[in-house]
């Protein structure tokens, strides 16, 4: 599948007029070239990505939340990959680009693309995973779809974010490039062809199980926890899954799809059980935001103890889920959001992932903020307070830990079973 979204902010040039037009002069040259395709190809575009429902904080890409969980959610099981062309956009004087891929199709991208990019040797062009929750390919992913996506380097520093998002100024007379233009076309017409040519989905399961054991807190988690363990059988039976995987794609293989359906549900539930949202909508591993409070958490404690509150405050407590928000709001438009945060996320791309409730800080940081630079403050109760709270953090991270193992010995026998 390759798809693009056809709503967008005023003129919308670059977002996402033109990864529209990408796809579709895509598809004319698929057409024109007489190319003969091994698998269907399907060309979607989808509507409500920029917006699509009230009162949540998941308010776009609820076109593509539809179509692929409600509408056709049959696509998945039979879907190679994903193509997004939202991103990448051909703003005259900007050379560094990349691509977001799921962590299973990085190493495959990176190759997939060298040809092409050779040829461009006045930009630069990285692949970076895993992808955001910021574009349509979110819910595909998600559903078992992996996704290569034209992304930013680091988008909230990007010429295109400061200047033109969601603008009058996303216009083509900005300054169009077309030579990026042509650049993208080609990168993402090589894809194409390369993953039709692929006889099973390139994917590297060994990555994710890597990236899952660099997220785990050592000093966190005892030594002689079984998830360690699980995850070194989990590892070297990814490796054995994505050798196997990579010598289909050397030699070929009788019955390509049922292969790729078995692929296909491993995948997903790496996706349903690996994915979990920061308050921020990052994408992290389920075990990873109670590390982080926890953290925070300690440090906050340890300079209350000695009697610096100004660093507690400054430091410390807007790490902690979403209490940045309480700096800046009153408390009545804290709890509303948090509530749309979390609470109202059913029947959106977001539902369930925000793990644990939000570890409400708020009085204690409207505390701090009242003595703020009052050096004989009594910081008992908020000691006490905090000290709940980390043990809340603590209790999480033993849960999120036992699920991580339970799921790591199941997903293990699955994929020693390919």
Request: hydrophobic fraction near 35%; charge should be negative.
């Amino acid at each position: 599948m390759i798809i693009a979204h056809y709503d967008g902010y005023f003129h919308s040039a670059f977002d996402d007029a033109s990864g529209a037009a990408t796809v579709m002069g895509i598809a004319k040259a698929v057409i024109d070239s007489g190319y003969k395709p091994e698998k269907t190809i399907r060309f979607v575009f989808h509507g409500a990505e920029e917006w699509g429902k009230s009162n949540v904080e998941y308010d776009w890409a609820k076109g593509a939340y539809e179509q692929i969980t409600n509408i056709h959610p049959e696509w998945a099981e039979d879907a190679f990959a994903l193509l997004n062309i939202d991103g990448m956009y051909a703003i005259a004087g900007q050379k560094d680009f990349a691509l977001a891929t799921v962590t299973e199709l990085r190493d495959y991208t990176e190759n997939a693309i060298s040809n092409v990019i050779k040829n461009y040797p006045e930009y630069s062009v990285i692949v970076k995973s895993p992808t955001s929750t910021g574009t349509e390919d979110f819910s595909y992913s998600q559903a078992g779809v992996p996704a290569i996506v034209a992304s930013d380097v680091e988008f909230e520093n990007s010429n295109y974010d400061q200047n033109i998002y969601h603008s009058t100024m996303d216009s083509k007379l900005y300054g169009f490039n077309p030579e990026v233009f042509k650049m993208v076309h080609e990168i993402f017409t090589a894809l194409l062809f390369d993953l039709d040519n692929t006889a099973v989905r390139p994917m590297n399961f060994t990555a994710e199980i890597n990236a899952l054991e660099e997220s785990l807190d050592t000093e966190m988690i005892p030594a002689d926890s079984e998830i360690f363990v699980s995850l070194e059988k989990a590892k070297e039976a990814a490796e054995k899954l994505d050798a196997k995987t990579a010598q289909y794609n050397k030699d070929g293989i009788e019955n390509s799809a049922e292969y790729n359906k078995k692929l296909y549900e491993i995948f997903k539930e790496m996706r349903q059980n690996l994915v979990s949202f920061t308050w921020k909508t990052e994408i992290i591993f389920p075990t990873e935001q109670s590390q982080n409070n926890i953290a925070a958490l300690e440090d906050a404690i340890s300079a209350l103890k000695d009697g610096n509150g100004d660093y507690a405050y400054d430091e410390c407590l807007s790490g902690v889920d979403y209490n940045w928000y309480a700096y800046e709001f009153e408390k009545e438009a804290f709890d509303f959001q948090t509530k749309r945060m979390r609470d109202n996320a059913v029947g959106t791309w977001g539902e369930g992932l925000i793990l644990n409730p939000d570890e409400n800080l708020y009085d204690v940081i409207a505390f701090l903020k009242e003595n703020y630079g009052n050096e004989n403050t009594d910081y008992t109760e908020v000691i006490s307070t905090l000290e709940k709270a980390l043990e809340n953090q603590k209790n999480y991270l033993n849960t999120a830990v036992e699920k991580e193992n339970t799921f790591l010995k199941s997903i293990t026998e699955k994929m020693n079973e390919i």
